[in-house]
T-cell receptor
Framework: GQNIDQPTEMTATEGAIVQINCTYQTSGFNGLFWYQQHAGEAPTFLSYNVLDGLEEKGRFSSFLSRSKGYSYLLLKELQMKDSASYLC????????????FGQGTELSVKP | DTGVSQNPRHKITKRGQNVTFRCDPISEHNRLYWYRQTLGQGPEFLTY????????KSRLLSDRFSAERPKGSFSTLEIQRTEQGDSAMYLCASRLAGNTEAFFGQGTRLTVV
């Protein structure tokens, strides 16, 4: 089976940096997605890591270590609008490319 | 390209009624997925299609749930004899085969009263 773990909640201050971790155990690992989801809305794509290392996109960066089954999402210069749920999802080459999601990390950004 | 589109956005139904939701994926995407999400949880996989073929259905999906993708384009998800436990957000996603992004629609929020 698959097991994906991420913290349930995090709180950070506007302007700060926050790192959201995700660990996973799965077979047939292909890559790892991060999505942002505001309350009542659909998940929106943030990043997709297939290879080890850090990928940067503006204020958001995502890191993957395949050997350790570990990923993190780094958010810099936090803004109030970054308050949302952040979903880590494993992409497996087994199972037709369906994504298996963690429970999500609810991030609250405070002034 | 308008992205993944789902209809209706909201549905309130009485327990025991049947409901049907529609998903229009991004036009060139051959893979289409249905997920269910409840408050405070991540999306839970229900079923997926590659073109018109339904290739996997979650064990969590009871016989009251059925999905179709008749021409390999739009898909429908039907729930028969709805129960209060079916209340959730139903999400559709699409992607191309391979290492590509998966895009989600806005979802259909179902409330069974």
């Amino acid at each position: 089976g698959q097991n994906i773990d991420q913290p349930t909640e995090m709180t950070a201050t506007e302007g700060a940096i926050v790192q959201i971790n995700c660990t996973y155990q799965t077979s047939g690992f292909n890559g790892l997605f991060w999505y942002q989801q505001h309350a009542g809305e659909a998940p929106t794509f943030l990043s997709y890591n297939v290879l080890d290392g850090l990928e940067e996109k503006g204020r958001f960066s995502s890191f993957l270590s395949r050997s350790k089954g570990y990923s993190y999402l780094l958010l810099k210069e936090l803004q109030m609008k970054d308050s949302a749920s952040y979903l880590c999802a494993v992409d497996r080459w087994l199972g037709g490319g369906k994504l298996i999601f963690g429970q999500g990390t609810e991030l609250s950004v405070k002034p | 390209d308008t992205g993944v589109s789902q209809n209706p956005r909201h549905k309130i139904t009485k327990r025991g009624q049947n409901v049907t939701f529609r998903c229009d994926p991004i036009s060139e995407h051959n893979r289409l997925y249905w997920y269910r999400q409840t408050l405070g949880q991540g999306p839970e996989f229900l079923t997926y299609f590659q073109n018109e073929a339904q290739l996997e259905k979650s064990r969590l999906l009871s016989d009251r749930f059925s999905a179709e993708r008749p021409k390999g384009s739009f898909s429908t998800l039907e729930i028969q004899r709805t129960e209060q436990g079916d209340s959730a957000m139903y999400l559709c996603a699409s992607r191309l085969a391979g290492n590509t992004e998966a895009f989600f629609g806005q979802g259909t929020r179902l409330t069974v009263v």
